[in-house]
């Protein structure tokens, strides 16, 4: 069964950039991989979405211009580099795998498969 691996998070100032990694166990090819987060008294978020191939990403609105998706199938390995972070972006962060709809950048809730055991970013002075 495919499981996923986070590493990164942890505490930065305002402003500043950190980067999350989601590692498989297995092959990544087959999966969209998304984002998402939970701030501690409210519900959990979609954070950015991207397709098995790469091809196709989405973002919240929220972070959009200063988060980017990637992956490298070759190392089964999803990304999100988090410019710009904001007091705001402080959650635990979780990636998650969507076998079923891999060819979009949906990541529908429905559909994810396998989680991440989560990662705290913290963003403070």
């Known amino acids: 069964q495919l499981q996923l691996v986070q590493s990164g998070g942890g505490l930065v100032q305002p402003g500043g950039s950190l980067r999350l990694s989601c590692e498989a166990s297995?092959?990544?090819?087959?999966?969209?991989i998304g984002w998402f987060r939970q701030a501690p008294g409210k519900e959990r978020e979609g954070v950015s979405c991207i397709s098995s191939s790469g091809a196709r990403v989405k973002y919240a609105d929220s972070v959009k211009g200063r988060f980017t998706i990637s992956r490298d199938n070759a190392k089964n390995t999803v990304y999100l580099q988090m410019n710009s972070l904001k007091p705001e972006d402080t959650a635990v962060y979780y990636c998650?795998?969507?076998?079923?709809?891999?060819?979009?950048?949906?990541?529908?809730?429905?559909?994810?498969?396998?989680w991440g055991q989560g990662t705290l970013v913290t963003v403070s002075s």
């Open positions: 998650a795998a969507d076998g079923i709809t891999a060819g979009s950048a949906d990541c529908p809730n429905r559909y994810l498969e396998r």
């Open positions: 297995g092959f990544l090819d087959y999966y969209a």
